[in-house]
């Protein structure tokens, strides 16, 4: 079984540019997630997709990132305009059912903002 | 009180030794505990995954729960240098989304192992 796939692995952006990242989740995995991991810290969740609709997006700044899962597989999360603090690795995780269903995660991308 | 508190650490031991890895937690709506190791670089993998307070039991990893205390542990037994890495708690609870489904994994800031041979 092919694991999450995420894309670029790493990002060096000035800030105010804007940046985006791409998930292909797990063949078959119906719920996908963007969780942001900053330096130190567990990783939080930014967003949850159930198939192409929003499940949960209560904790993304909506401001600047943006998410979309237009055909229901992959995915893709921009930040536009990027702050210093959006600096952190960006994590795509999917499972096979909603609730309490394992996640499984890609390897990310690891943003820098300067 | 954040609701998952766990030692960041960093924690170095010898190898062969029995490492002791541990969470506390705030909201008693947890059910379902989870231990994901994180190696460098890399995305979190799911570890050991329990309902119910005791013991379980996986090959050297033995995950335990006191839900009167909101404690969690995992223990790794005779640990190797392949064990170095950072291992989070992980606890999923419903998500604050309003649509159906929402759930959450809520995480440990993380504690980083590091096995000496």
């Known amino acids: 079984e092919a694991g999450v796939a995420q894309s670029p692995r790493y990002k060096i952006i000035e800030k105010r540019q804007s940046v985006a990242f791409w998930c292909n989740p797990i063949?078959?995995?119906?719920?996908l997630y963007w969780y942001q991991q900053i330096l130190g810290q567990g990783p939080k969740l930014l967003i949850q997709f159930q198939n192409n609709g929003v499940v949960d997006d209560s904790q993304l700044p909506k401001d600047r990132f943006s998410a979309e899962r237009l055909k229901g597989v992959d995915s893709t999360l921009k930040i536009q305009p990027a702050k210093l603090e959006d600096s952190a690795v960006y994590l795509c995780?999917?499972?096979?059912?909603?609730?309490?269903?394992?996640?499984?995660f890609g390897n990310g991308t690891r943003l820098t903002v300067t | 009180q954040k609701e998952v508190e766990q030692d960041p650490g960093p924690l170095s031991v010898p190898e062969g030794a029995i490492v002791s890895l541990n969470c506390t937690y705030s909201n008693s709506a947890f059910q379902y505990f989870m231990w994901y190791r994180q190696y460098s670089r890399k995305g979190p993998e799911l570890l050991m995954y329990?309902?119910?307070?005791g013991n379980k039991e996986d090959g050297r990893f033995t995950a335990q729960v006191d839900k009167s205390s909101k404690y969690i542990s995992l223990f790794i037994r005779d640990s190797q240098p392949s064990d170095s890495a950072t291992y989070l708690c992980a606890m999923p609870t419903p998500g604050r989304g309003s649509g159906a489904g929402s759930y959450q994994l809520t995480f440990g800031k993380g504690t980083k192992l590091s096995v000496i041979p």
């Open positions: 063949s078959g995995h119906a719920t």
């Open positions: 329990t309902y119910s307070s």
């Open positions: 995780a999917s499972s096979r059912l909603q609730g309490d269903s394992p996640l499984h």
